[in-house]
């Protein structure tokens, strides 16, 4: 079992930048492909973007590519993902999910774990 804990959520203005981090138990981290997904209020989650296991592989949501960086550091068990020239239609709940596969997905289906989220909020 694989627990995800997610943090770095918070308030900011439109323009300004914000980095997320996702903390994972476990011994198999570094197999693990892993992902942030997002879910606005009233609206289903989306995928936001995906890493491989040795970080030489990354996907993107459309909507973040060029603006969303998602990186990870194998021996701290942790994923990151930077926002940067945040907007405000990038306020969500982000969370952070893995697979027990080494390649990146960008389907909910193919997660395996799940965190709780964090909130992002961006004022216009």
């Known amino acids: 079992q694989v627990e995800l804990v997610e943090s770095g959520g918070g308030l900011v203005q439109a323009g300004d930048s914000l980095r997320l981090s996702c903390a994972a138990s476990?011994?198999?981290?570094?197999?693990?492909?892993m992902g942030w997904f997002r879910q606005a209020p009233g609206k289903e989650r989306e995928f936001v973007a995906s890493i491989n296991w040795n970080s030489a592989t990354t996907l993107y949501a459309d909507s973040v590519k060029d603006r969303f960086i998602i990186s990870r550091d194998n021996a701290k068990n942790t994923v990151y993902l930077q926002m940067n020239s945040l907007k405000p239609e990038d306020t969500a709940v982000y969370y952070c999910?893995?697979?027990?596969?080494?390649?990146?997905?960008?389907?909910?289906?193919?997660?395996?774990?799940w965190g709780q989220g964090t909130q992002v909020t961006v004022s216009s």
């Open positions: 999910a893995g697979r027990r596969n080494v390649a990146p997905r960008v389907k909910l289906s193919d997660y395996d774990y």
């Open positions: 476990g011994r198999t981290f570094s197999t693990y492909a």
